[in-house]
């Protein structure tokens, strides 16, 4: 700043000075914003910085010494060069990029070439550095935000594996209580004599079965088979199916009707069947079942599983000597609540029909609404 107050060639010296603390203060206000967001100014800055240089380069050229063929245009020239750097910053397409730094760019060549008398051949090639800072900045800028994306995406995935991993020590450690604390009371109760009722005692022993296997990982949640590309209809009817192989081990003969719902799953026209939705029925299925088992009386039961357009229905009947409904007190019948909460706990809703009386069996029928994806 000394040199500029006492060299000759800066005149008028208040007028170039005024001129380059309106620059300065522009300049620092985009600065602000940066800092105040934590980020790269909008692009509407950009548009205002680039009109802001255009103007201080065209009323530069007017800030002339013609004496000594000086301008303080020539003051504004490298600052302005300099600042185009931050279109390729803040502006993420190329064109755009490209029109923004033509801006300064023009009105340097045409103040140089129509107030200054430079030749446009001279002109005109001190405007092409301000396309390469921008462009250049632009290359650079993207690049950084493809390798921050990728960063993230990295991120992403590590707390994902991390999260997978802590669930499967989790699952360990509760498989390693299930089998020193659950499994061991039922294969004890299996094979002594204190449970006098075999089909009580034979559904014991399956039910140990079942867990001894759930422990070393034979029985996967249902939600992982959806996610690994099987529909819900079509899981539904597996895990159905699976339920009956379980029943007829401990002397249950279960029919299984499910050729509905796998025509209506490959169709495709009725909506999806969720995973807890799934793993809902059947956990209540098998307990209808285990109903049957203990107090119908009877070796066969019918199990029916049917989609609609807005519903997925479970329904289990026997022939056995039934019930008195009215006689059960209220809260009796547990297969209402337990199939109730689990479908509520995952946002669902479900209807469960009861019906049955004394030497006419008992029908049981779970209804679960479902919402179009």
């Known amino acids: 700043m000394g040199a500029v107050t006492t060299h000759p060639h800066y005149r008028p010296l208040w007028a170039g000075l005024a001129l380059c603390a309106a620059v300065f203060t522009e300049s620092l206000a985009l600065v602000a914003v940066g800092l105040r967001r934590r980020r790269v100014p909008p692009p509407a800055l950009a548009v205002a910085d680039a009109a802001a240089l255009a103007v201080a380069l065209v009323v530069g050229g007017g800030l002339a010494d013609r004496a000594h063929g000086h301008t303080w245009a020539y003051f504004a020239y490298p600052f302005s060069l300099l600042a185009s750097i931050g279109f390729g910053l803040v502006v993420t397409r190329l064109p755009t990029v490209l029109a923004l730094a033509a801006v300064p760019a023009s009105a340097y060549a045409a103040t140089a070439a129509l107030r200054l008398g430079e030749p446009w ?13 921008a462009g250049i900045a632009w290359a650079v800028a993207r690049a950084l935000r493809r390798t921050g994306r990728e960063l993230d995406a990295a991120t992403a995935t590590a707390a994902l594996r991390e999260a997978e991993l802590a669930a499967e020590r989790e699952r360990v450690r509760h498989a390693r209580l299930l089998h020193d604390r ?23 022993r399956a039910e140990a079965v079942w867990l001894r296997g759930f422990v070393r990982g034979e029985h996967p949640a249902p939600g ?20 009956a192989q379980d029943m007829a081990r401990v002397g249950l003969t279960v029919e299984l009707n499910t050729a509905q719902l796998r025509a209506a799953g490959r169709a495709g026209a009725a909506p999806a069947v969720p995973a807890a939705v799934v793993e809902a029925l059947v956990d209540a299925a098998r307990e209808a079942l285990a109903n049957v088992l203990r107090h119908a009386g009877t070796p066969r039961a019918v199990v029916r599983a049917e989609l609609t357009a807005s519903a997925v229905l479970v329904s289990v009947l026997d022939d056995g000597k039934g019930f008195d409904p009215s006689a059960v007190p209220v809260g009796g019948l547990g ?17 469960v029909r009861v019906e049955s009386a004394p030497d006419a069996g008992t029908y049981v029928e779970m209804r679960v609404p479902l919402r179009r994806a």
């Open 335 to 351: 297969l209402r609540g337990s199939v109730r909460d689990r479908v509520t706990g995952v946002g669902g809703r479900v209807r």
């Open 182 to 204: 659950v499994l061991q009371t039922l294969e004890t109760l299996a094979r002594t004599p204190w449970i006098t009722e075999p089909g009580l005692r034979a559904q014991v």
């Open 121 to 133: 051949w001279n002109a005109v090639p001190n405007g092409v550095p301000y396309l390469a800072n």
């Open 224 to 243: 992982r088979d959806a996610a690994a590309g099987r529909d819900g209809s079509a899981h539904l009817a597996h895990g159905l199916a699976v339920l």
